[in-house]
């Protein structure tokens, strides 16, 4: 979208470039005076589009990546270091300076998250208020894991006091669509069990967390956050050669995780926590409350343009119903408004991907060319930096959009007549992350939800789908997810249940008594945090 820097609101001009000259590692911001990439966002602020230059970041080699992974390294120290053997306070009092640290940053990172990615404003805010959110609930679930296990359990004659230790060395890698929140889902928890970590943000929405390196650096112990930039491949691959991660955490796709871990030299070693692509469907029964499918279906196939994994990306609508609802549904999507992402009521912006345009066109002229319409008024208008969402029907499975993941504003819709037809291309597809059904009738419902649950991991009953609430488990099966992330899960997920194992006797109990008496172990205690 065009528009002059003048007619940009002053509280979100770019007045300055963000030149990140330093990255975070061994607890040292190091100066960077190599090459650097630039990072440009698809909104233009002149009469004629170009891209608007925001900043660079420093373009780090395999010298620094290997840097930043012996400062994680020492600082797990073999499970010996500071961090991992640090009291629950000791470590929920560093997550809790940092987080005072971060809400300084709202501001700063609002704006950029709307530049970098093209988010809209309210929804820029809301995922900074998600992550800060975040990250209290998981201090509390920290303590109560802690209270949980401040005791000691007695079996066949044996004293057990059983907790959660760190993994080790992570390697966390977060995606450009929630380039905070979703990094954060992974790193906050990992931190916070005793693990140390190498980061390298996203692509895209780089910038946006230039504003706190100097709070990850006052926060925690040095080598226990290291922050690098650059390529992905130019990065990773060498840390992983060197068989020293002990976890991937990655949000993506599932080609580049496969990639990344083919590259550690014992993968039975390596832990993997991964959100992956998915595929997800809605299901509109003949039965179903038309305003309210059609209404979720649009927010679910085009809120933030259709890219999150998350969104509904092919819908099922029994052939009852499609003439009604396809025209109902082209309406709406035709009077969503596009728009800058600072602007009243926007809810499409522009694609934070210089290529993605050309790609749903590729999608499209690939469904038109195989008996696919564009049904909706304004499908397929292009601009530099947008492609108004498709709505394309009928979609039969020869075509990609049926297939690829499309993670854009493009929307196909299947007609079905048996509730096996949507069925068995579910238990077909390579993803397995979530459904939304639509529909009111209990005696089909009951069974479609009972196969359901065993095809994907969330069914929601007429909404859309979604990731939160984050207390609540988000995973997915085959290629859509490895491990669950939610605030309660995540903490399991970046550890392993440890404990100590004594026999009931005199001479043992005796010295268990004086390790509680004396508080000399960080380990065996059963004082808690209240």
């Known amino acids: 979208m065009k ?12 007045i300055s470039l ?91 990172i609002v704006k950029l998250l709307m530049w970098e990615i093209g988010k809209a404003l309210a929804d820029s805010e809301k995922e900074f208020d998600r992550t800060i959110e975040y990250i209290y609930d998981t201090i509390e679930d920290y303590k109560q894991m802690d209270r949980d296990s401040a005791k000691f359990e007695k079996n066949s004659g044996v004293h057990a006091h059983i907790r959660r230790g760190p993994l080790g060395v992570v390697l966390c890698l977060g995606p450009y669509n929630y380039p905070l929140n979703e990094t954060f889902a992974l790193l906050i928890p990992a931190l916070i069990m005793g693990n140390t970590t190498v980061f390298k943000p996203a692509k895209h929405g780089v910038l946006l967390l230039s504003p706190l390196l100097e709070a990850f650096r006052n926060s925690f112990p040095e080598g226990v956050v290291n922050i690098i930039y650059g390529r992905g491949r130019t990065l990773a691959t060498p840390i992983m050669k060197t068989g020293k991660v002990d976890v991937l955490a990655l949000i993506g796709n599932s080609k580049s995780a496969n990639a990344i871990q083919a590259n550690h030299p014992q993968k039975n070693r390596l832990r993997l926590v991964l959100g992956l692509e998915a595929k997800n469907p809605a299901i509109v029964l003949e039965d179903a409350d038309l305003d309210l499918a059609i209404s979720e ?38 009077a969503l408004k596009f728009g800058n992402p600072w602007e009243q009521g926007v809810q499409l912006t522009p694609l934070p991907e210089p290529g993605k345009t050309a790609y749903i066109q590729e999608l499209i002229d690939d469904a038109t060319s195989k008996g ?22 009928p979609v039969s499975k020869d075509m990609r959009v049926y297939e690829e993941e499309q993670f854009g504003p493009v929307t196909p819709i299947l007609s079905f007549k048996n509730i096996e037809e949507p069925l068995d291309d579910m238990a077909e597809s390579n993803y397995g992350q979530q459904v939304s059904v639509f529909g009111s009738d209990v005696n089909t419902l009951s069974p479609l939800i009972d196969t359901l649950v065993n ?76």
């Open 3 to 14: 528009n002059t820097f003048k007619e940009v609101p002053n509280e979100y001009k770019i």
């Open 18 to 108: 963000v030149n990140q000259n330093t990255y975070l590692v061994g607890g040292e911001l190091k100066e960077w005076k190599g090459a650097t990439a630039e990072v440009y966002s698809t909104i233009s602020s002149t009469e004629n589009y170009q891209p608007t230059l925001l900043g660079t970041v420093p373009d780090l080699g395999e010298n620094e990546a290997l840097e930043a992974l012996s400062s994680a390294v020492k600082a797990y120290g073999k499970g010996q270091g500071l961090w991992p053997t640090m009291k629950v306070e000791g470590r929920i009092a560093a997550m809790e300076k940092f987080v005072v640290q971060m809400k300084t940053k709202r501001t700063e």
């Open 297 to 334: 279906c649009v927010s679910g196939a085009t809120s933030f343009n259709g890219q999150r994994c998350t969104a509904l990306k092919v819908i099922y609508v029994h052939e009852n119903i499609v003439e009604e609802f396809n025209k109902r549904f082209s309406d709406k999507v035709d």
């Open 372 to 393: 696919a319409k564009i049904i909706n008024k304004k499908g397929g208008e292009t601009t530099e930096n947008y492609i108004f969402p498709a709505v394309l029907y």
């Open 455 to 530: 095809l994907v991991c969330r069914v929601n009953l007429n909404s859309s789908c979604q990731r939160g609430p984050d207390v609540y488990p988000f995973t997915g099966r085959k290629d859509s997810a490895v491990g669950t992330l939610s605030v309660h899960d995540a903490l399991r997920s970046f550890s392993i249940r440890t404990f100590l194992a004594s026999k009931d006797t005199d001479y043992n109990n005796a010295i268990l008594k004086e390790l509680l008496d004396k508080k000399s172990s960080n380990f065996i205690s059963t004082d808690y945090i209240l």
